[in-house]
């Protein structure tokens, strides 16, 4: 089941915040969050854990409410390098290093 | 730099022809994603590899597709007969589990015609 993510496309000026929401039909056991550049591979940005734990590598922040199976990815005072398409991931296993499901994506658009 | 590579990086060939696709995944990362991106589809799941053994390999069309591991350093996707609906961009991504990220090679943007 692939995740389902919104809004698909976010236009914004530099420095205004964005939410980009992933949500799932099914039991989570993690939600993996990347960043696709026009022409470029699909980069990590962070992944969520049941339970709370979180690993990433920018300064970006993000929610997990398993209850609810929903993730947000949250752009605060967003900079030109933050455009991109955003991909949420579920795990078909729930091993913590499985196979992702990508949702379809958000296009982000930072304008200066 | 540790990096995950693909070769070739753009493949066009005509239908009905074989084509392979290989991936080096990074020195120590026991497990390989096979992705394909298409701008209808997304990004889908392929099959992928754990300790050089197949794990999963639901997203593949079983009857032209395989995906082997003859080593560790070394995955191979093949397509045989290659037909224009399999024209996408397909990436391999390496990673351990012990840190789940994802690690992207560059991709092979096949055109099959």
């Known amino acids: 089941q692939q995740p389902v993510q919104s809004p698909q496309a976010v236009i914004l000026r530099e420095g205004e915040d964005a939410v980009i929401n992933c949500s799932s039909s099914k039991a989570l056991y993690s939600v993996h969050w990347y960043r696709q550049k026009h022409g470029e591979a699909p980069v990590f940005l962070m992944i969520?854990?049941?339970?709370?734990e979180q690993k990433g590598h920018e300064k970006i922040s993000a929610s997990f409410n398993e209850k609810k199976q929903q993730s947000s990815l949250y752009l605060t005072a967003s900079q030109l390098s933050y455009s991109g398409t955003y991909f949420c991931g579920t795990e078909k296993g729930g091993g913590g290093a499985d196979g992702l499901t990508f949702g379809k994506g958000t296009h982000l658009i930072i304008q200066p | 730099d540790a990096r995950v590579t693909q070769t070739p990086r753009h493949k066009v060939t005509e239908m009905g022809q074989e084509v392979t696709m290989r991936c080096q995944p990074i020195l120590g990362h026991n497990t390989v994603f096979w992705y394909r991106q298409t701008m209808m589809q997304g990004l889908e799941l392929l099959a992928y590899f754990r300790n050089r053994a197949p794990l999963d390999d639901s997203g593949m069309p079983k009857d032209r597709f395989s995906a082997e591991m003859p080593d560790a350093t070394l995955a191979t996707l093949k397509i045989q007969p290659s037909e224009p609906r399999d024209s996408a961009v397909y990436f391999c991504?390496?990673?351990?589990?012990?840190?789940?990220?994802?690690?992207f090679g560059p991709g092979t943007r096949l055109t099959v015609l």
């Open positions: 969520l854990l049941k339970g709370g």
């Open positions: 991504a390496s990673g351990t589990r012990d840190f789940n990220e994802q690690f």
